[in-house]
Nanobody, 115 residues
Framework: QVQLVERGGGLAQPGGSLRLSCAAS????????MGWYRQGPGKERELVAE???????TYADSVKGRFTVSRDNAKNTVYLQMNTLKPEDTAVYYC?????????WGEGTLVTVSS
């Protein structure tokens, strides 16, 4: 089992920044892809960004150029730096980790972008 604990959500103004982190623990051998999904009000959950253990990244078109996903393999932690935030980025952000074809999820952290 892999446990994921997110930190860093909260309130930001439009144009502002927030940084999320997610630490993995437990049976983490073989943990490959890590990243973030989000689910906004009345919307389906969508992939925001993913990074493999080798450092390859994938981003949703809506966040390209504004968000950066990074990873510290020594700390088993993935980060999401969110800049130039927009109200439509308001959502619950869920960390995930992929291991042997199984996705593990954090509990989610709320990000609210509002003036």
């Amino acid at each position: 089992q892999v446990q994921l604990v997110e930190r860093g959500g909260g309130l930001a103004q439009p144009g502002g920044s927030l940084r999320l982190s997610c630490a993995a623990s437990g049976s983490i051998f073989g943990l490959n892809g890590m990243g973030w999904y989000r689910q906004g009000p009345g919307k389906e959950r969508e992939l925001v960004a993913e990074i493999t253990s080798g450092g390859s990244t994938t981003y949703a078109d809506s966040v390209k150029g504004r968000f950066t996903v990074s990873r510290d393999n020594a700390k088993n932690t993935v980060y999401l730096q969110m800049n130039t935030l927009k109200p439509e980025d308001t959502a619950v952000y869920y960390c995930f980790g992929s291991q042997w074809g199984i996705n593990y999820w954090g509990e989610g952290t709320l990000v609210t972008v509002s003036s």
